[in-house]
Antibody, heavy 122, light 108 residues
Framework: QVQLVQSGAEVKKPGASVKISCKAS????????IYWVRQAPGKSLEWLGS????????TYSQNFQGRVSITRDTSASTAYMELSSLRSDDTAVYYC???????????????WGKGTTVLVSS | DIQMTQSPSSLSASIGDRVTMTCRAS??????LNWYQQIPGKAPKVLIY???TLQSGVPSRFTGSGSGTDFTLTISSLQPEDFATYYC??????????FGPGTKVDMK
């Protein structure tokens, strides 16, 4: 079935960077945008940014502008999210998700990766 | 930015109960509203999009309604697998995705 497989858990020190991968399978990777969403322990969902997998155009949350970079490798059907200058409050589960559309204007996230835990600790 | 709020933040219910929760947007978003279910330790799963359209494979006991700023998710007869947290998400502003804080449904 259609799936997104994320890379494994990471432990980082404050100030470091983390790069997470999200490999798509069983669908045409370039036909859908990929979103990155995180969830801190006990908290709600927070959007970091997204990438059009076809043309590589990115959109970032202002909350992470300058610290987040989303890229993709179409030959590998993989999207990447790099977050820099990590702080303890960046400790969270990071999800990638596929955007689907209905009626050309309604979009929603229909396929999610299982999440990657990032622990930031000195 | 469009802010999303949800109420209640948590509720307790029994198997078979009818459960209703609400989501409110800080400005009109027409019917650009999605609902997700998240079971602890799992990724979110889309239940409803465009305020009232049931995602394929989602049981018909889930119903979404509303437009403008006020939306409702109803579970007609709560089942054991429905104990979870439910999030609303606006898709009106395609450049900024935002979620509500969630409603946790637990067992009475």
């Amino acid at each position: 079935q259609v799936q997104l497989v994320q890379s494994g858990a990471e432990v980082k020190k404050p100030g470091a960077s983390v790069k997470i991968s999200c490999k798509a399978s069983r669908y045409s990777f370039s036909s859908y945008a990929i979103y990155w969403v995180r969830q801190a322990p006990g908290k709600s969902l927070e959007w970091l940014g997204s990438i059009n997998a076809d043309n590589g155009k990115t959109t970032y949350s202002q909350n992470f502008q300058g610290r987040v970079s989303i890229t993709r490798d179409t030959s590998a059907s993989t999207a990447y999210m790099e977050l820099s200058s990590l702080r303890s409050d960046d400790t969270a589960v990071y999800y990638c998700a596929r955007e689907d559309f209905w009626s050309l204007s309604y979009y929603y996230l229909d396929v999610w990766g299982k999440g990657t835990t990032v622990l930031v600790s000195s | 930015d469009i802010q999303m709020t949800q109420s209640p933040s948590s509720l307790s219910a029994s198997i078979g109960d009818r459960v209703t929760m609400t989501c409110r947007a800080s400005q009109s978003i027409s019917t650009y509203l999605n609902w997700y279910q998240q079971i602890p330790g799992k990724a979110p799963k889309v239940l409803i999009y465009a305020a009232s359209t049931l995602q394929s494979g989602v049981p018909s006991r889930f119903t979404g309604s509303g437009s403008g700023t006020d939306f409702t998710l109803t579970i007609s007869s709560l089942q054991p697998e429905d104990f979870a947290t439910y999030y609303c998400q606006q898709s009106y502003n395609t450049s900024i995705l935002s979620f509500g804080p969630g409603t946790k449904v637990d067992m009475k």
